[in-house]
T-cell receptor, first 110, second 114 residues
Framework: DAKTTQPTSMDCAEGRAANLPCNHSTISGNEYVYWYRQIHSQGPQYIIH???NNETNEMASLIITEDRKSSTLILPHATLRDTAVYYCILLIQGAQKLVFGQGTRLTINP | DSGVTQTPKHLITATGQRVTLRCSPRSGDLSVYWYQQSLDQGLQFLIQYYNGEERAKGNILERFSAQQFPDLHSELNLSSLELGDSALYFC?????????????FGPGTRLTVT
């Protein structure tokens, strides 16, 4: 699995958009970008994934650069419940396992 | 609530002992995955089962074993426990063997070895 690089921690004010970056400069053509999050000691939660195009669902938006070497997860209106560790993971579709890095610890401040 | 259940929630045991962790996947999911999360190693994939068969193996110790039963629930057996085995153990499930990216995680079992 290719390596991803994320900031160790970030802060965001409640109600503002939280933008979490992820660098994956060695991504290969058949690797998807996935985002999971883990709220303190709970099981990780799937957020969103994409290959080339930007994606949006009820939780977040995923923006992937044209060269696919980086991406940004956007939480449009962050709430206190979005405080969690966010993991950016590269995965070949059909791969058997998730490889979690250190992730970004996002703190939403009131 | 992901629909994945794990029991027990907490487990405290002594070194050298053996324990069994249990996982029930979401209704309709055939794949079960086990992960270990310790403070120094982060979240690590241990093993995957699909419809009763072992499908993929990660950094699972020889002292650990797992199985998936005909009713699709899975058990992770940890034996000859050491202090370093203290961790959160998560089970996840997905629809099939090729859908590993959308895994649904249970609440975990916190194992403390004293």
């Amino acid at each position: 699995d290719a390596k991803t690089t994320q900031p160790t921690s970030m802060d965001c004010a409640e109600g503002r958009a939280a933008n979490l970056p992820c660098n994956h400069s060695t991504i290969s053509g058949n690797e998807y970008v996935y985002w999971y999050r883990q709220i303190h000691s709970q099981g990780p939660q799937y957020i969103i994934h994409g290959l080339k195009n930007n994606e949006t669902n009820e939780m977040a938006s995923l923006i992937i650069t044209e060269d696919r070497k980086s991406s940004t997860l956007i939480l449009p209106h962050a709430t206190l419940r979005d405080t969690a560790v966010y993991y950016c993971i590269l995965l070949i579709q059909g791969a058997q396992k998730l490889v979690f890095g250190q992730g970004t610890r996002l703190t939403i401040n009131p | 609530d992901s629909g994945v259940t794990q029991t027990p929630k907490h487990l405290i045991t002594a070194t050298g002992q053996r324990v069994t962790l249990r996982c029930s996947p979401r209704s309709g999911d055939l794949s079960v995955y086990w992960y270990q999360q310790s403070l120094d190693q982060g979240l690590q994939f241990l093993i995957q089962y699909y419809n009763g068969e072992e499908r993929a193996k990660g950094n699972i110790l020889e002292r650990f074993s797992a199985q998936q039963f005909p009713d699709l629930h899975s058990e992770l057996n940890l034996s000859s426990l050491e202090l370093g085995d203290s961790a959160l153990y998560f089970c996840a499930s997905s629809v099939g063997p090729r859908d590993s990216y959308e895994q649904y995680f249970g609440p975990g079992t916190r194992l403390t070895v004293t």
